[in-house]
């Protein structure tokens, strides 16, 4: 199946299946804003949880809090993003589409990268077993050519960026030829900064009200509690602050289904270090989060990372964590070394001193800070994306089965009786009111048995309990596996920690 074909029954089954529905559909709905039904609600908590889970949880040198999404307006001065949270944004004048016109360059740039990809595969299958990737990249003529052309690019599109210099963007976008993918055509406007940032008024007097934005990440919340956080639960450095919510941004392009949306929720945490030691703690946090990810079961050919060439102007060092989602490899987590640029501009603007006193070596100091930064909604479609297949099965038949990792699925096990009769309905019954106080359940009746199997599978439910004639006379049931779909009998007083087991994440 083609990727876009493969996101296109993707998107339409999770709104079938109660997972994601478009904002406001009666009203024709609310561009990159979404809703979650029944069953998304449920994976989205269960990533969250076990997002919480193993940052807070499991580790003795992190807690968690929970900031307001109004925050001071000075804030956003401080953290730079009332000047430079921005994207340049450019339209095309016959088809009225607007693209982030760096993106329309990095686009282009990953043109020249496939045709790179494409001579050094070309290569392997010519010279077999004694390929040398190394060898051929830095010296076939081809490839040194758009590897150069490569260079020029990036180094305009970011010196351009840098300088805040769009006539210079605008000008790459006219050199390279760009055309706008939906009209075919060159006739571009200028292109122009556009602030990302919500804003709102705060106080019920036009005059009085203040100017407020909605936060834009979570992360400042983390920043200007630092210190509350730091004394009452007296930590120690090396330590971290971990925070999940919503943030919002005015998007300019967001097209992509749950991948890009103006309102959207962010798993932070933020790890205060010596200066100096920072980059130490972030190959460590590179490490753990990506052994976070491949904890779930999700292969490991799924992720890369990318480290970043141009580094914000309050990073030092800077990966993303990416996904293969059905239209390529995508950022799904970025993981920041923002030395001690925030901290410091907090404490210039408010004036108040953010140090913190280190008793091992009777110094004060600005802490530096490594982040780790994960979209829940990034990672719910990461998570959807990998689960959803379509199988033909030994019988002929078909069956669409999310294969979603059992500890995330929205429903744990279904509580079948056979027929809905004979005393078997009374029976399951009993099964589920013991059992959905530890996991989440459905109990169905209606329909044929493989009807109700189906209907399981298509949500990713992990196991599926069936209630037949024998279970009246032994107290056995079957439990059947969703993904090799074998059944197996065990006794009902078993059931809890067979389900238990199944459900529990690997050690990470
Ligand atoms: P992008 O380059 O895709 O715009 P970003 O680099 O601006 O992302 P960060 O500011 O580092 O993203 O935010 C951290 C994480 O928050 C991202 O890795 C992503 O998972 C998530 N995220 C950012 N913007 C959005 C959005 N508009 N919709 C959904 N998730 C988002």
Known sequence: MKQEEYFKKLTAHAKEYGFVFQSSEIYDGLSAVYDYGQNGVELKNNIRNYWWKAMVQLQENIVGIDAAIFMHPTIWKASGHVDAFNDPLIDNKDSKKRYRADVLVEDYLAKIEDKINKEVERARKRFGESFDEQQFVTTNARVLEYTAQSKEIRNRLYAGMDANDMVSIKELIEDLGIVCPVSGTRNWTDVRQFNLMFSTKMGSVSEGASELYLRPETAQGIFVNYLNVQKTARMKIPFGIAQTGKAFRNEIVARQFIFRMREFEQMEMQFFVRPGEELKWFAYWKEERMKWHLSMG????????????KLSHYANAATDIEFEFPFGFKELEGIHSRTDFDLE?????????????????????????????????????AVLSYAYREEKLADGSERVVLMIPPMLAPVKAAILPLVAKDGLPEKAREIMDTLKYDFNCQYEEKDSIGRRYRRQDAIGTPYCITVDHQSLEDNTVTIRDRDSMNQERITIDKLTMAIAQKIRPQRI
């Open 298 to 309: 999700i292969p490991p050919e799924k992720f890369r990372f990318h480290d970043h060439e």
């Open 345 to 381: 501009a907090h404490q210039k603007f408010s004036g108040k001193k953010l140090h913190y006193f280190d008793a091992e070596l009777n110094q004060s100091y600005i802490p530096y800070v490594v982040e780790t930064s994960i979209g829940l909604d990034r990672m719910f479609l």
